[in-house]
Each structure stands twice: as structure tokens, then as C-alpha cells.
């Protein structure tokens, strides 16, 4: 792959909780424009964490953020790109926070300066992208977990970022969702970052693979 | 406090009211659902305050009438609506079990009963408290039950509630289903390991460790929906999406609502 | 401890939303635009834990927990309580509009004032006197709560004396189970997850950190 523009640069990010648990020492990642990246490793290794300190959510104590060719250091910094990084937590129900299918994906570009109207047209653009045509009236609280995850997806994608960063997105979804889920990644045209403990998965719908022991990043 | 027995009362009283709200579009509309929320809310309170306030047994009992018809016309089932009303009315035994007795309410002695006496005034205050307080309910299950939760709090902030206050609303209603879920699953893992309730310092120990436990998970996820609002932008605004127009089902329930009150009002004056 | 509608008289009921709205005013400005999911996940546990009946004596009663709310909300009791009536009065469908108020009142001040005083007091070294501390802040938040109830029911009317009486009757049990559940979820979080009983952790009073 050609080296271009880099939209995430960590270098030497050292991070302890405040209970003093060590989670990565001197911890380096250069993320692409273009690039299709899987972040492996065992449950509890710091995967949400790190994709936590590259989304300003957490602050490292030692070494630099760097988000789309800026260092990132506090607040401020992050509060203007964060929505431009497309975020799909891990639990559905942590994401989808408001009463309907329709609030939820419209919660982003409206806070974003979209008219009611241009976020209607994205609510239905983005359920059509996801094949969930006629579900923006839905309770959420109705869906299937597979449906769940697919309007967390969503939610993610009408923000229009410049790259999506997906926590464990397959944890308890059956292989037809799954196979869903690659097919919108495949069709988003986006590049993203994928954190899961699921090797075969992220050989489907990734280039290149993070695996992270003892507190780093070793590729492969 | 009502008697439902212990069990998992609540975790069925939800999954039925979301049936009931899954099941409402597919069921037979109302005239009560169709209306617009803003009027039901304007109707409800004004309705509610009427019946609360009257002083006479003639408009109280008109109020009922007027409560009948709104249950009429909200389309719920007649055994749902009776067994909220049974709810209502354990409170209001409470009332009978003093005030017709002359020790509560001394006056005109029209019968007794054993070594009580019960008074014409206090009889009347307890008949007037018990229709009126049958009247209200009535009202207020048939508005409540059809409209949603979601479609009100939009309503109310249409008409002007603080942001802050629906948004704490929503999204309590949100998580009371998602807590609500997890509470369940924690309560069946007690049962599995032999939990059975009863009135011993064990029993309240497992309940008050549930409930802390519920506290724990629950403050954590509240920062990571804090996360998740924060990842779409949020600067403090909480859209709450939901078009009104006043139709002409509205024009009608306002003429209606008009005409009720009118009629409580001339047995209270006349 | 609901009082059913009907009953108060429009002096009772005005002066209870009054005193309820002033209240909500000041637990809303407490609550910052960060804080709102905080407020509303505690309000979902509450009205979560509201929903479990515990036994007492021959029968059950369902758990209230205004003085844990109060510890953890401080002013926020207010809103965070009138949402929870509210909720019950729409899912339940029994309505307590025209009680709202003072309903809320009734509920939150007790809570909020003791959960105030008393957090300190939760957070004694001491194990005795940190038990103490909760319990009196749960169930001294269901006396002083059924205690105004029977003062709303007194300034409608002296005939209200003996209900009054008996509603405080019907609360003493309940007031006893929930100084003890309160006691033990503190002493649950003591143990587990102490940070959560630090003045940090509690109220809204202080600007959240982001």
C-alpha cells in the first residue's frame, strides 16, 4: 500500500488506570487513510482502552495523539474530529440512547448543524445503506441484537466520517448478521479499524492486523 | 403500597406495556390514540385537576361518566382497564377503614356499626373521595394507555418542558428497560443458586447486593453512554423528534373535552 | 405512601407543586449537560429497584429507596423522583397528576436533606457508625416523607387524622426495611467499590470533569 496520509499517529503512549494497572508502555500505531486494520488480542488487553485514548475518551499519561495531522491534547482538541471518526461501541444498548431508530441516527448530524429535513434524508439514506429500509419509526428497544448492532453501524456512518472505528462488533451476533456486517464495511468504501478477538473475522475484512501483547503492538 | 405478589411482577408489567405499545400499531386505532399528544396532555391534566377538585357528589359522578366515555373511546380492553382501576382502589380502602367513623369525622349519626358510629358527613366525604378518585384514574388510564411514553415526552416538550427534564425522562425510559433486563437476569442467576425470598437478614442482604450490584453496572454505563453521546457531537442538546399537526379527530376530542367539562362544571354550580 | 387523587385540597395540592417546581429548579441547574446521563441511568436503577417487592411480615412491599436516592443526587433527588412518579403514573396508568407535586415534594426533600448531611457520615472509617449513618438516611427519609404526608393530609382537613394516622401506621415497617437496605447497599458499595461513595462520586453539586 502506498504510504498515505496518516489519520492516526500514537507514539510512545503510556497508560495506567488510576488503580495503577499498567495497560500499554511506550505503545506505537500509524493508522492510514485507505487502510483496513484489525486490533487483535486476548479479552481484557486494553483494546477498548486504546481505541478509548484514540478517541480523546481516555488521555494517556506519557506520548502524543495525533488525528488527522494535529496532536490532539485535551477536550477542545478531540471535540472537533471526534464525530468525524465513526465510533461503534461494543454494547449496542450503550450507543443507541434515544427512543427511536430515526433519533438515533439523526442525533449526530443534527447536533452537527443538520436542518430536521437533510437529517431525515440521511436517516433514510443511511437505513438504506444498511438494508434496513422502513425501521426509522422502530423502538429500539424492539430490535433483534443483530439489528442493534446494524443501526449502532449506522449511527456511526450518517455522522459521514473519514473512518470507522468498530469496537468487538461481532460479539453475539449469529453468521447472517455477520455476514450483513461485512457486506456494509465492504460497501462503505471507508477505512477503518476493527478491535476484535475474532482472528477469522478480522482475516475476512481486514489488510493487516495488530496483535497487542504486554502492552504493545506487534503486526501480524 | 400495592400487594402484587413478590416474583418478578415488574419485569412482566414491562414486557406487557411494551407488547401493548409493539401491538398498538397493528391493533385496532382509536380515536383516543389518534389524537394529537399536545391536546391529550392539556386534556388530561385539566381533566384531572376538574374531578380532583369538586366538592359535589352530583359533578363528581357526572366526571365519572365523562371518565366512562373517555374509556370508550381510547380502545384498551375493558379487563385491563378495570385491573388498574382495582389498584386505585386498594388505596382508597384505606379511606374506608376511618373517615365514615364518627372518631374521624364527628357529626349526624346514621348508623352503627358494632361500638362505631358512622356519620351522614363522613359517609359523604367517603363517598365523594371514592368516585372522585375512580373518576380520575379512569381519566388518566384512558389517556395514558393510549398514547406512548415517547410520543408524550415530545408532546411536552413541544409545549415547552425543559430540555434537561425530557432528556432525563427519554432516556431513564430508555434504560429502565435495558437495566430493567439485566436486573431480571441477575434475579433468575439468585434463584438458580436457591434464593428464595423471605423476611431474614440473608434475604435483604441478597437484594441490597443486587441492588448495588445494578448501581455499579449501571453508573459505568452511564459514562459510556456519556461516551457515545459525545462521539456524535453532542453539545448539551437532546433532540426529541416527533411531527404535530391538529387534525380533525382533534377538533372533535377538544369539542368533546369542552362538553365534559361544561357538564361537570353545571353540577357543581347548579 | 401515595396519596390517592381526590382527597387534598387545591391549597394542599398548590403549595406541594410550588415547593416541588422549586425544588426541580435548582436539582436541574445541579445537573449539567454532562451529567444528564448520570441522572437518568440513577433514575432508571431506582425505578428499577422500586420494582422489587421484599417481604415483610405476612406480605411484601415494594422498595422505595428515597434516601439512597438522595445520597446519590443530593438537589437532583427532585427532578430525578418526579420522573420516577411520573413513569409510574403513565406505565401503571393509575395517572397521580394532580398528586404530582406534592408527591414529589414529599418524596425528595427528605431525601436530598438527609442524603446531604449524611454523606460524610456514610464515609466513616468507622463500620458501626457508617451502617448508622445510612440507615437513619433510609429510613429517616421514609419517616420524615410519610410524616408529610400526614401533614398534607392534616392541612385539608382535621377528618384526615385518623387516615394520616394510619398511613404512618401502614410506613413503619417499611420505614425499618429501608434503613436497612440502605445500610447494606452502602455497605455493598463500601466493599466493592468504595470510590463510589466519595463526594466526587456523589451529587451533581461540583462541575463534572469531561
Known amino acids: ?220 | 403500597m400495592p400487594a402484587h405478589h413478590q416474583s418478578l411482577t415488574w419485569s412482566k408489567n414491562m414486557s406487557e406495556h411494551h407488547k401493548s405499545q409493539g401491538k398498538r400499531l397493528a391493533r385496532r386505532e382509536s380515536a383516543l390514540k389518534k389524537a394529537d399528544p399536545r391536546l391529550k396532555i392539556i386534556a388530561v391534566v385539566v381533566w384531572s385537576f376538574l374531578l380532583a377538585l369538586t366538592e359535589q357528589i352530583g359533578a363528581a359522578m357526572a366526571g365519572l361518566a365523562g371518565s366512562v366515555i373517555l374509556a370508550m373511546i381510547s380502545g384498551l380492553p375493558a379487563k385491563d382497564i378495570l385491573k388498574r382501576l382495582l389498584t386505585v382502589n386498594f388505596f382508597i380502602l384505606f379511606l374506608w377503614l376511618v373517615l365514615p367513623f364518627s372518631f374521624s369525622y364527628p357529626g349526624e349519626v346514621m348508623a352503627r356499626l358494632g361500638p362505631l358510629e358512622i356519620t351522614r358527613q363522613g359517609l359523604r366525604l367517603t363517598c365523594l373521595l371514592t368516585i372522585k378518585g375512580n373518576a380520575v384514574a379512569l381519566g388518566a388510564i384512558a389517556f395514558f394507555g393510549a398514547s406512548s411514553v415517547f410520543e408524550l415526552t415530545a408532546a411536552a416538550r413541544r409545549l415547552g418542558a425543559p430540555e434537561k427534564m425530557t432528556a432525563i425522562f427519554v432516556l431513564m425510559f430508555r434504560y429502565v428497560q435495558v437495566i430493567g433486563q439485566e436486573c431480571a437476569r441477575l434475579r433468575l442467576a439468585m434463584k438458580a443458586r436457591g434464593f428464595k425470598p423471605s423476611m431474614s437478614m440473608h434475604s435483604y442482604r441478597s437484594y441490597a447486593n443486587l441492588i448495588g450490584m445494578i448501581l455499579i453496572r449501571s453508573l459505568d454505563r452511564a459514562s459510556r453512554i456519556h461516551a457515545a453521546m459525545r462521539c456524535r457531537g453532542y453539545n448539551g442538546r437532546f433532540w426529541l423528534s416527533g411531527e404535530f399537526n391538529f387534525k380533525k379527530i382533534d377538533w372533535a376530542l377538544g369539542s368533546l373535552m369542552i362538553l365534559l367539562i361544561c357538564g361537570v362544571l353545571a353540577f357543581a354550580f347548579v | 405512601m401515595h396519596i390517592s387523587e381526590g382527597v387534598l385540597s387545591a391549597p394542599v395540592l398548590i403549595c406541594g407543586a410550588a415547593l416541588a417546581l422549586g425544588g426541580m429548579a435548582k436539582g436541574l441547574r445541579a445537573v449539567g449537560e454532562d451529567d444528564i446521563p448520570k441522572a437518568a441511568v440513577l433514575a432508571a436503577v431506582f425505578f428499577v429497584a422500586s420494582l422489587i417487592h421484599v417481604n415483610i411480615g405476612p406480605g411484601s412491599a415494594h422498595l422505595i429507596l428515597s434516601g439512597l436516592i438522595g445520597l446519590f443526587l443530593g438537589w437532583a433527588a427532585f427532578p430525578v423522583i418526579f420522573a420516577g412518579l411520573l413513569l409510574q403514573g403513565i406505565l401503571f396508568q393509575f395517572g397521580g397528576l394532580t398528586v404530582l407535586g406534592v408527591n414529589t415534594f414529599n418524596m425528595a426533600f427528605p431525601a436530598m436533606a438527609l442524603g446531604l448531611l449524611l454523606r460524610k457520615g456514610i464515609n466513616s472509617q468507622r463500620k458501626a457508625a457508617a451502617f448508622a449513618a445510612a440507615f437513619i438516611c433510609g429510613g429517616g427519609s421514609i419517616l420524615l416523607s410519610s410524616l408529610l404526608v400526614a401533614l398534607a393530609l392534616f392541612l385539608t382537613g382535621r377528618e384526615f387524622k385518623f387516615v394520616a394516622l394510619e398511613i404512618m401506621l401502614a410506613n413503619l415497617p417499611i420505614m425499618i426495611i429501608e434503613g436497612l437496605m440502605c445500610a447494606l447497599v452502602v455497605g455493598f458499595l463500601a466493599k466493592v467499590r468504595p470510590a463510589l461513595l466519595t463526594g466526587e462520586a456523589l451529587g451533581f453539586e461540583k462541575p463534572a470533569k469531561a
Open chain 1, 1 to 220: 500500500m502506498p504510504s498515505s496520509e496518516s489519520l492516526i499517529a500514537l507514539k510512545n503512549i503510556d497508560f495506567s488506570y488510576p488503580d495503577g494497572r499498567r495497560v500499554f508502555s511506550d505503545l506505537n500505531l500509524i493508522f492510514r487513510d485507505g487502510q483496513k486494520a484489525g486490533l487483535a488480542g486476548l479479552n481484557g488487553c486494553g483494546k477498548t482502552t486504546l481505541l478509548s485514548v484514540i478517541m480523546g475518551l481516555l488521555y494517556p499519561q506519557r506520548g502524543e495523539v495525533e488525528i488527522f495531522g494535529r496532536a490532539r491534547r485535551e477536550e477542545k482538541d478531540f471535540k472537533e474530529i471526534r464525530a468525524q471518526m465513526g465510533f461503534v461501541f461494543q454494547d449496542a444498548n450503550d450507543q443507541l440512547f434515544c427512543p427511536t431508530v430515526a433519533d438515533d441516527i439523526a442525533f449526530g448530524p443534527l447536533n452537527l448543524g443538520a436542518s430536521r429535513k437533510e437529517a431525515d434524508l440521511i436517516v433514510e439514506k443511511t437505513l438504506a445503506l444498511l438494508r434496513l429500509e422502513g425501521f426509522g419509526p422502530r423502538v429500539t428497544y424492539d430490535l433483534s441484537g443483530g439489528e442493534k448492532k446494524l443501526v449502532s453501524i449506522g449511527t456511526a456512518l450518517a455522522l459521514n466520517p473519514r473512518l470507522l472505528i468498530l469496537d468487538e462488533p461481532t460479539t453475539s451476533l449469529d453468521e447472517k448478521t455477520v455476514a450483513r456486517l461485512e457486506q456494509i464495511l465492504n460497501d462503505c468504501g471507508l477505512p477503518y479499524i476493527i478491535a476484535s478477538h475474532d482472528r477469522s473475522f478480522l482475516a475476512r475484512t481486514t489488510h493487516l492486523v495488530w496483535t497487542m501483547t504486554e502492552g504493545r503492538l506487534v503486526e501480524g
